[in-house]
Protein backbone atom coordinates (compact mmCIF):
# COMPACT_ATOMS: atom_id res chain seq x y z
CA UNK A 1 0.00 0.00 0.00
CA UNK A 2 2.91 1.97 0.71
CA UNK A 3 4.05 1.92 -2.74
CA UNK A 4 0.37 2.28 -4.55
CA UNK A 5 -0.05 5.24 -6.26
CA UNK A 6 -4.06 5.05 -5.86
CA UNK A 7 -3.40 4.61 -1.97
CA UNK A 8 -1.12 7.62 -1.51
CA UNK A 9 -3.25 10.24 -3.84
CA UNK A 10 -5.97 8.81 -1.58
CA UNK A 11 -4.66 9.48 1.45
CA UNK A 12 -3.06 12.63 0.73
CA UNK A 13 -6.39 13.94 -0.85
CA UNK A 14 -8.51 12.69 2.01
CA UNK A 15 -5.66 14.46 4.62
CA UNK A 16 -5.99 17.81 2.64
CA UNK A 17 -9.95 17.52 3.02
CA UNK A 18 -9.85 16.82 6.58
CA UNK A 19 -7.50 19.24 7.63
CA UNK A 20 -8.79 21.94 5.86
CA UNK A 21 -12.38 21.01 7.08
CA UNK A 22 -10.94 21.23 10.77
CA UNK A 23 -9.63 24.57 10.16
CA UNK A 24 -12.54 25.46 8.09
CA UNK A 25 -14.64 23.81 11.30
CA UNK A 26 -12.24 25.39 14.10
CA UNK A 27 -12.50 29.29 12.38
CA UNK A 28 -16.35 28.46 11.93
CA UNK A 29 -16.80 27.46 15.70
CA UNK A 30 -14.82 30.70 16.85
CA UNK A 31 -16.97 33.15 14.78
CA UNK A 32 -20.11 31.49 15.92
CA UNK A 33 -19.18 31.60 19.72
CA UNK A 34 -18.74 35.51 19.40
CA UNK A 35 -21.87 35.84 17.59
CA UNK A 36 -23.21 34.15 19.92
CA UNK A 37 -21.75 36.14 23.00
CA UNK A 38 -22.72 39.17 20.63
CA UNK A 39 -26.27 38.24 20.16
CA UNK A 40 -26.66 37.56 24.01
CA UNK A 41 -25.47 40.63 25.28
CA UNK A 42 -27.52 42.40 22.93
CA UNK A 43 -30.30 40.78 24.44
CA UNK A 44 -29.21 41.71 27.61
CA UNK A 45 -29.85 45.80 26.39
CA UNK A 46 -32.74 45.41 24.57
CA UNK A 47 -34.44 43.79 28.37
CA UNK A 48 -33.13 46.89 30.18
CA UNK A 49 -34.60 49.04 27.48
CA UNK A 50 -38.01 47.17 27.12
CA UNK A 51 -37.74 47.56 31.12
CA UNK A 52 -37.40 51.02 31.41
CA UNK A 53 -39.75 52.05 28.84
CA UNK A 54 -42.62 49.99 30.86
CA UNK A 55 -41.14 51.88 34.01
CA UNK A 56 -42.08 54.92 32.68
CA UNK A 57 -43.52 56.22 35.73
CA UNK A 58 -41.42 57.12 39.26
CA UNK A 59 -40.10 54.24 40.91
CA UNK A 60 -42.20 53.50 43.98
CA UNK A 61 -41.47 50.80 47.00
CA UNK A 62 -43.47 48.24 45.15
CA UNK A 63 -42.34 49.08 41.70
CA UNK A 64 -38.52 48.90 43.10
CA UNK A 65 -39.76 45.29 44.12
CA UNK A 66 -41.28 44.42 41.17
CA UNK A 67 -38.43 45.23 39.24
CA UNK A 68 -35.62 43.57 41.80
CA UNK A 69 -38.24 40.22 41.57
CA UNK A 70 -37.94 40.20 37.62
CA UNK A 71 -36.28 36.94 36.59
CA UNK A 72 -37.07 36.38 32.98
CA UNK A 73 -35.87 32.78 33.13
CA UNK A 74 -32.77 30.59 33.93
CA UNK A 75 -30.19 32.29 33.11
CA UNK A 76 -31.26 36.49 32.95
CA UNK A 77 -32.23 38.33 36.47
CA UNK A 78 -33.06 42.36 36.37
CA UNK A 79 -31.98 43.97 39.44
CA UNK A 80 -32.71 47.55 40.71
CA UNK A 81 -29.59 49.55 41.81
CA UNK A 82 -30.06 52.30 44.38
CA UNK A 83 -28.17 53.87 47.20
CA UNK A 84 -29.48 52.28 50.29
CA UNK A 85 -27.11 49.98 52.88
CA UNK A 86 -23.75 49.05 51.45
CA UNK A 87 -24.53 51.29 48.36
CA UNK A 88 -26.09 48.45 46.15
CA UNK A 89 -28.91 46.61 46.34
CA UNK A 90 -31.61 45.76 49.01
CA UNK A 91 -30.66 42.07 51.01
CA UNK A 92 -34.32 41.47 50.40
CA UNK A 93 -34.03 42.04 46.66
CA UNK A 94 -31.76 38.22 46.33
CA UNK A 95 -28.66 37.69 44.85
CA UNK A 96 -27.07 38.13 43.10
CA UNK A 97 -26.35 41.88 44.89
CA UNK A 98 -24.64 43.78 42.43
CA UNK A 99 -22.96 47.46 43.83
CA UNK A 100 -24.59 51.28 43.13
CA UNK A 101 -21.09 52.36 41.46
CA UNK A 102 -21.08 49.80 38.45
CA UNK A 103 -20.84 52.29 35.83
CA UNK A 104 -23.18 52.23 32.96
CA UNK A 105 -22.97 49.49 29.83
CA UNK A 106 -22.07 45.95 29.16
CA UNK A 107 -18.95 44.55 31.80
CA UNK A 108 -18.27 41.24 33.52
CA UNK A 109 -18.85 41.64 37.39
CA UNK A 110 -17.72 39.02 39.97
CA UNK A 111 -20.34 38.50 42.59
CA UNK A 112 -18.87 35.98 45.39
CA UNK A 113 -17.30 33.06 43.37
CA UNK A 114 -19.85 33.42 40.40
CA UNK A 115 -19.05 35.94 37.29
CA UNK A 116 -22.16 37.81 35.43
CA UNK A 117 -22.55 39.49 32.66
CA UNK A 118 -23.96 42.83 33.49
CA UNK A 119 -25.53 45.51 31.67
CA UNK A 120 -26.17 48.69 33.77
CA UNK A 121 -28.38 51.63 32.76
CA UNK A 122 -29.69 54.75 34.28
CA UNK A 123 -32.47 56.64 32.91
CA UNK A 124 -33.19 60.73 32.42
CA UNK A 125 -35.26 60.19 36.65
CA UNK A 126 -31.64 58.81 38.05
CA UNK A 127 -33.18 54.89 38.02
CA UNK A 128 -30.59 52.78 37.59
CA UNK A 129 -30.75 48.86 36.81
CA UNK A 130 -28.48 45.95 36.01
CA UNK A 131 -29.70 43.34 33.47
CA UNK A 132 -27.51 40.13 34.39
CA UNK A 133 -26.98 36.72 33.08
CA UNK A 134 -24.63 34.15 34.54
CA UNK A 135 -21.57 33.34 32.97
CA UNK A 136 -21.12 29.40 33.23
CA UNK A 137 -24.77 29.09 31.56
CA UNK A 138 -24.12 32.02 29.09
CA UNK A 139 -21.00 30.19 28.01
CA UNK A 140 -22.84 27.04 28.12
CA UNK A 141 -25.58 28.11 25.46
CA UNK A 142 -22.61 29.67 22.85
CA UNK A 143 -20.58 26.55 22.80
CA UNK A 144 -23.94 24.86 22.22
CA UNK A 145 -25.14 27.34 19.63
CA UNK A 146 -21.27 27.39 18.04
CA UNK A 147 -21.16 23.53 18.37
CA UNK A 148 -24.45 23.29 16.20
CA UNK A 149 -23.11 25.15 13.08
CA UNK A 150 -20.04 22.36 13.15
CA UNK A 151 -22.96 19.69 11.76
CA UNK A 152 -22.29 20.35 8.36
CA UNK A 153 -18.35 20.04 8.79
CA UNK A 154 -18.69 16.48 10.55
CA UNK A 155 -21.19 15.30 8.09
CA UNK A 156 -19.50 16.61 4.73
CA UNK A 157 -15.93 15.54 5.71
CA UNK A 158 -16.62 11.66 5.54
CA UNK A 159 -18.71 12.26 2.25
CA UNK A 160 -15.69 14.27 0.87
CA UNK A 161 -12.97 11.57 1.61
CA UNK A 162 -15.08 8.81 0.40
CA UNK A 163 -16.26 10.92 -2.77
CA UNK A 164 -12.37 11.35 -3.27
CA UNK A 165 -11.34 7.57 -2.71
CA UNK A 166 -14.29 7.23 -5.43
CA UNK A 167 -13.27 9.82 -8.19
CA UNK A 168 -9.42 8.33 -7.84
CA UNK A 169 -10.77 4.28 -7.94
CA UNK A 170 -12.83 5.76 -11.44
CA UNK A 171 -9.43 7.58 -13.01
CA UNK A 172 -7.27 4.84 -12.33
CA UNK A 173 -10.06 2.56 -13.89
CA UNK A 174 -8.49 2.74 -17.53
CA UNK A 175 -4.73 1.30 -16.00
CA UNK A 176 -6.52 -1.51 -14.31
CA UNK A 177 -8.40 -2.24 -17.49
CA UNK A 178 -4.98 -2.30 -19.32
CA UNK A 179 -3.57 -4.55 -16.95
CA UNK A 180 -6.36 -6.85 -17.10
CA UNK A 181 -5.96 -7.26 -20.92
CA UNK A 182 -2.37 -7.53 -20.26
CA UNK A 183 -2.73 -10.25 -17.77
CA UNK A 184 -4.52 -11.96 -20.13
CA UNK A 185 -2.59 -11.92 -23.32
CA UNK A 186 -1.26 -15.28 -24.39
CA UNK A 187 3.00 -15.55 -23.58
CA UNK A 188 3.27 -14.76 -27.70
CA UNK A 189 0.89 -12.63 -27.94
CA UNK A 190 3.51 -9.18 -27.99
CA UNK A 191 0.88 -7.12 -30.10
CA UNK A 192 0.19 -3.16 -29.09
CA UNK A 193 -1.55 -1.98 -26.19
CA UNK A 194 -4.37 0.14 -26.81
CA UNK A 195 -3.71 3.66 -25.20
CA UNK A 196 -7.27 4.52 -25.94
CA UNK A 197 -8.71 6.18 -22.34
CA UNK A 198 -5.75 6.41 -20.91
CA UNK A 199 -4.44 9.82 -18.88
CA UNK A 200 -2.42 11.85 -20.88
CA UNK A 201 0.42 11.61 -17.86
CA UNK A 202 0.41 7.61 -18.87
CA UNK A 203 0.47 7.87 -22.92
CA UNK A 204 4.23 8.29 -22.96
CA UNK A 205 4.73 5.36 -20.99
CA UNK A 206 2.33 2.83 -22.62
CA UNK A 207 3.88 4.05 -26.19
CA UNK A 208 7.14 3.00 -24.50
CA UNK A 209 6.00 -0.19 -23.96
CA UNK A 210 4.31 -0.60 -27.29
CA UNK A 211 8.28 0.16 -28.92
CA UNK A 212 9.94 -2.21 -26.23
CA UNK A 213 6.94 -4.86 -27.76
CA UNK A 214 7.68 -4.08 -31.47
CA UNK A 215 11.47 -4.75 -30.69
CA UNK A 216 10.74 -7.92 -28.51
CA UNK A 217 8.44 -9.32 -31.26
CA UNK A 218 11.33 -8.26 -34.29
CA UNK A 219 13.96 -10.34 -32.11
CA UNK A 220 11.70 -13.47 -31.25
CA UNK A 221 10.52 -13.33 -35.06
CA UNK A 222 14.36 -13.07 -36.16
CA UNK A 223 15.27 -16.08 -33.40
CA UNK A 224 12.50 -18.26 -35.38
CA UNK A 225 13.51 -17.32 -38.80
CA UNK A 226 17.27 -18.30 -37.12
CA UNK A 227 15.58 -21.82 -35.82
CA UNK A 228 13.71 -22.28 -39.00
CA UNK A 229 16.31 -21.95 -41.24
CA UNK A 230 18.87 -23.61 -39.69
CA UNK A 231 16.74 -26.65 -38.80
CA UNK A 232 16.00 -26.23 -42.57
CA UNK A 233 19.68 -26.18 -43.73
CA UNK A 234 20.68 -29.27 -41.09
CA UNK A 235 18.00 -30.97 -43.05
CA UNK A 236 19.83 -31.66 -46.23
CA UNK A 237 23.44 -32.99 -44.30
CA UNK A 238 21.25 -35.00 -42.43
CA UNK A 239 19.10 -36.70 -45.14
CA UNK A 240 22.60 -37.58 -47.45
CA UNK A 241 24.22 -39.16 -44.18
CA UNK A 242 20.96 -41.14 -43.79
CA UNK A 243 21.34 -42.40 -47.38
CA UNK A 244 24.88 -43.08 -46.94
CA UNK A 245 24.52 -45.24 -44.09
CA UNK A 246 21.49 -47.22 -45.60
CA UNK A 247 23.98 -47.65 -48.37
CA UNK A 248 26.85 -48.64 -46.13
CA UNK A 249 24.40 -51.42 -44.42
CA UNK A 250 23.96 -53.36 -47.47
CA UNK A 251 27.62 -53.63 -47.18
CA UNK A 252 29.31 -56.76 -45.33
CA UNK A 253 31.16 -55.39 -42.75
CA UNK A 254 32.19 -57.21 -39.10
CA UNK A 255 29.42 -57.39 -36.66
CA UNK A 256 31.07 -54.95 -34.41
CA UNK A 257 31.19 -52.36 -37.21
CA UNK A 258 27.08 -53.31 -38.10
CA UNK A 259 26.31 -52.22 -34.10
CA UNK A 260 28.09 -48.94 -34.36
CA UNK A 261 26.28 -48.46 -37.46
CA UNK A 262 23.01 -48.94 -36.50
CA UNK A 263 23.71 -46.48 -33.26
CA UNK A 264 24.94 -43.70 -36.32
CA UNK A 265 21.19 -44.97 -37.62
CA UNK A 266 19.99 -44.19 -34.69
CA UNK A 267 21.35 -41.11 -33.70
CA UNK A 268 20.60 -39.90 -37.38
CA UNK A 269 16.76 -40.70 -37.13
CA UNK A 270 16.75 -38.90 -33.84
CA UNK A 271 18.59 -35.59 -35.22
CA UNK A 272 16.06 -35.71 -37.95
CA UNK A 273 13.12 -36.07 -35.78
CA UNK A 274 14.20 -33.22 -33.99
CA UNK A 275 14.89 -31.24 -37.03
CA UNK A 276 10.98 -32.05 -37.72
CA UNK A 277 9.54 -31.07 -34.76
CA UNK A 278 12.20 -27.58 -34.64
CA UNK A 279 10.54 -26.70 -38.17
CA UNK A 280 6.83 -27.59 -36.94
CA UNK A 281 7.70 -25.69 -33.25
CA UNK A 282 8.95 -22.65 -35.63
CA UNK A 283 5.89 -22.78 -38.12
CA UNK A 284 3.37 -23.32 -35.08
CA UNK A 285 4.59 -19.80 -33.51
CA UNK A 286 3.67 -17.99 -36.43
CA UNK A 287 1.89 -14.67 -34.71
CA UNK A 288 -1.36 -15.27 -36.75
CA UNK A 289 -3.53 -18.20 -37.41
CA UNK A 290 -2.40 -19.79 -41.15
CA UNK A 291 -5.65 -21.06 -43.16
CA UNK A 292 -7.91 -21.65 -40.37
CA UNK A 293 -10.84 -23.69 -41.32
CA UNK A 294 -13.62 -26.02 -39.70
CA UNK A 295 -11.59 -29.40 -39.13
CA UNK A 296 -12.98 -32.81 -38.03
CA UNK A 297 -11.42 -33.98 -35.01
CA UNK A 298 -12.29 -37.46 -35.20
CA UNK A 299 -10.86 -37.21 -38.79
CA UNK A 300 -7.69 -35.90 -38.12
CA UNK A 301 -7.36 -38.41 -34.80
CA UNK A 302 -8.06 -41.24 -37.46
CA UNK A 303 -5.11 -39.96 -39.63
CA UNK A 304 -2.64 -39.88 -37.01
CA UNK A 305 -3.52 -43.02 -35.48
CA UNK A 306 -2.83 -44.04 -38.86
CA UNK A 307 0.36 -42.55 -39.24
CA UNK A 308 1.58 -43.72 -35.06
CA UNK A 309 -0.09 -47.58 -35.56
CA UNK A 310 3.44 -49.26 -36.37
CA UNK A 311 5.24 -47.18 -33.50
CA UNK A 312 2.51 -48.55 -30.87
CA UNK A 313 2.20 -52.31 -32.28
CA UNK A 314 6.21 -52.11 -31.83
CA UNK A 315 5.54 -51.05 -28.03
CA UNK A 316 2.55 -53.13 -28.03
CA UNK A 317 0.68 -50.55 -27.50
CA UNK A 318 -3.63 -50.51 -26.85
CA UNK A 319 -4.23 -47.58 -29.17
CA UNK A 320 -7.81 -46.61 -30.05
CA UNK A 321 -10.40 -44.13 -29.89
CA UNK A 322 -13.15 -44.22 -27.41
CA UNK A 323 -16.44 -43.13 -27.79
CA UNK A 324 -18.41 -41.57 -31.30
CA UNK A 325 -18.33 -38.10 -30.64
CA UNK A 326 -16.97 -35.87 -33.09
CA UNK A 327 -17.03 -31.78 -33.23
CA UNK A 328 -15.11 -29.38 -35.32
CA UNK A 329 -13.30 -26.76 -34.68
CA UNK A 330 -11.44 -23.47 -36.67
CA UNK A 331 -7.86 -24.47 -37.67
CA UNK A 332 -5.05 -25.65 -39.75
CA UNK A 333 -5.91 -28.84 -40.41
CA UNK A 334 -1.67 -29.16 -40.70
CA UNK A 335 -1.52 -27.29 -37.44
CA UNK A 336 -4.31 -29.64 -36.21
CA UNK A 337 -2.76 -32.98 -36.96
CA UNK A 338 0.60 -31.90 -35.87
CA UNK A 339 -0.71 -30.93 -32.15
CA UNK A 340 -3.16 -34.42 -32.60
CA UNK A 341 0.30 -36.10 -33.49
CA UNK A 342 2.59 -35.11 -30.90
CA UNK A 343 0.14 -35.58 -28.12
CA UNK A 344 -0.75 -39.55 -28.98
CA UNK A 345 3.40 -40.09 -29.77
CA UNK A 346 4.38 -38.72 -26.45
CA UNK A 347 1.37 -41.12 -24.75
CA UNK A 348 2.81 -43.76 -26.86
CA UNK A 349 6.57 -42.94 -26.14
CA UNK A 350 6.40 -42.67 -22.02
CA UNK A 351 3.81 -45.62 -22.07
CA UNK A 352 5.08 -49.04 -20.75
CA UNK A 353 5.40 -51.82 -23.11
CA UNK A 354 1.79 -53.55 -23.31
CA UNK A 355 0.57 -50.40 -21.94
CA UNK A 356 -2.72 -48.38 -23.24
CA UNK A 357 -3.35 -44.98 -24.87
CA UNK A 358 -6.95 -44.29 -25.43
CA UNK A 359 -7.92 -40.51 -27.60
CA UNK A 360 -11.68 -39.34 -27.01
CA UNK A 361 -13.64 -36.12 -28.61
CA UNK A 362 -16.57 -34.55 -25.76
CA UNK A 363 -18.18 -32.38 -27.43
CA UNK A 364 -20.90 -29.98 -25.91
CA UNK A 365 -23.14 -26.98 -27.39
CA UNK A 366 -19.98 -24.14 -27.44
CA UNK A 367 -16.89 -26.39 -26.60
CA UNK A 368 -14.74 -29.62 -27.88
CA UNK A 369 -12.58 -31.22 -25.65
CA UNK A 370 -9.52 -33.42 -27.00
CA UNK A 371 -8.91 -35.98 -24.43
CA UNK A 372 -5.53 -38.04 -24.62
CA UNK A 373 -5.18 -40.96 -22.11
CA UNK A 374 -1.86 -42.96 -21.27
CA UNK A 375 -0.51 -45.79 -18.79
CA UNK A 376 2.42 -44.20 -18.32
CA UNK A 377 4.43 -42.38 -15.53
CA UNK A 378 2.47 -39.41 -15.35
CA UNK A 379 4.02 -35.81 -14.58
CA UNK A 380 4.23 -34.69 -11.19
CA UNK A 381 1.87 -31.60 -10.38
CA UNK A 382 5.25 -29.57 -9.57
CA UNK A 383 6.02 -29.68 -13.38
CA UNK A 384 2.92 -29.59 -15.07
CA UNK A 385 3.76 -26.22 -16.03
CA UNK A 386 7.79 -26.64 -17.06
CA UNK A 387 6.76 -29.53 -19.60
CA UNK A 388 5.16 -27.01 -22.30
CA UNK A 389 8.61 -25.22 -22.56
CA UNK A 390 10.86 -26.52 -25.27
CA UNK A 391 13.67 -28.62 -24.63
CA UNK A 392 12.36 -29.01 -21.08
CA UNK A 393 12.54 -33.39 -20.15
CA UNK A 394 11.72 -34.54 -16.66
CA UNK A 395 14.31 -36.64 -14.70
CA UNK A 396 13.86 -39.70 -15.16
CA UNK A 397 12.90 -40.25 -18.70
CA UNK A 398 16.03 -40.39 -20.28
CA UNK A 399 15.72 -43.57 -21.67
CA UNK A 400 13.13 -42.31 -23.90
CA UNK A 401 14.00 -41.21 -27.06
CA UNK A 402 12.89 -37.54 -27.52
CA UNK A 403 13.73 -34.27 -27.72
CA UNK A 404 11.77 -32.20 -25.53
CA UNK A 405 9.98 -30.12 -27.97
CA UNK A 406 6.28 -32.22 -28.10
CA UNK A 407 4.20 -30.59 -25.63
CA UNK A 408 6.30 -26.77 -26.32
CA UNK A 409 4.69 -27.44 -30.51
CA UNK A 410 1.26 -28.58 -28.23
CA UNK A 411 1.15 -25.77 -26.13
CA UNK A 412 1.76 -23.18 -29.00
CA UNK A 413 -0.70 -24.50 -31.45
CA UNK A 414 -3.09 -24.76 -28.70
CA UNK A 415 -2.40 -21.15 -27.82
CA UNK A 416 -2.82 -19.79 -31.66
CA UNK A 417 -6.14 -21.67 -31.77
CA UNK A 418 -7.47 -19.66 -28.51
CA UNK A 419 -7.41 -23.85 -26.85
CA UNK A 420 -6.76 -24.20 -23.02
CA UNK A 421 -4.45 -27.26 -22.08
CA UNK A 422 -4.74 -29.41 -18.68
CA UNK A 423 -2.78 -32.16 -17.25
CA UNK A 424 -4.41 -34.37 -15.45
CA UNK A 425 -4.06 -37.83 -14.23
CA UNK A 426 -6.78 -39.96 -15.63
CA UNK A 427 -9.73 -41.66 -13.32
CA UNK A 428 -8.70 -44.85 -11.29
CA UNK A 429 -5.86 -45.92 -13.24
CA UNK A 430 -1.80 -44.54 -13.11
CA UNK A 431 -0.52 -42.32 -16.36
CA UNK A 432 -1.10 -38.92 -17.30
CA UNK A 433 -4.21 -37.42 -19.26
CA UNK A 434 -4.14 -34.31 -21.50
CA UNK A 435 -7.09 -32.00 -22.42
CA UNK A 436 -7.49 -29.25 -25.02
CA UNK A 437 -10.45 -27.99 -24.69
CA UNK A 438 -11.28 -25.85 -27.93
CA UNK A 439 -14.12 -23.74 -29.06
CA UNK A 440 -16.19 -25.06 -31.69
Known sequence: MKTSLQYRLSASISLAVVAVAAIAAASTFVAALNEAHIAQDKQLRQTAHLIMRVQARPITLAGRQRISGIRLDERIVVRLLHDSGAGGQSAQDGPPLFSSRLPDGIQTVAVGAESWRTFVMTDADGVRIAVAQQATVRNAVAVRSALRSLIPFALL??????????????????LRMLAVETRQRSSDDLGQLDPGGLPDEIQPFVAEINRLLMRVDRSMQAQRRFVADAAHELRSPLTAMSLQAERLAAAAMPDQARQRLLALTDGLKRNRSMLDQLLALARSQQSAPVGAA????????????????????????DLGVVGDEDATVALDPLELRMLVKNLVDNAIRYSPRGGRVDVQVLAAAQLADLIVDDTGPGIPEAERERVFDAFYRMLGNGRESGSGLGLAIVKAVADKAGATLSLAQPPSRQGLRVTVRFRR
Open 294 to 317: PVSLKQTIRLVIEDLYPLAEEKEI
Open 157 to 174: APVLVFLVRFLIQQLFGP
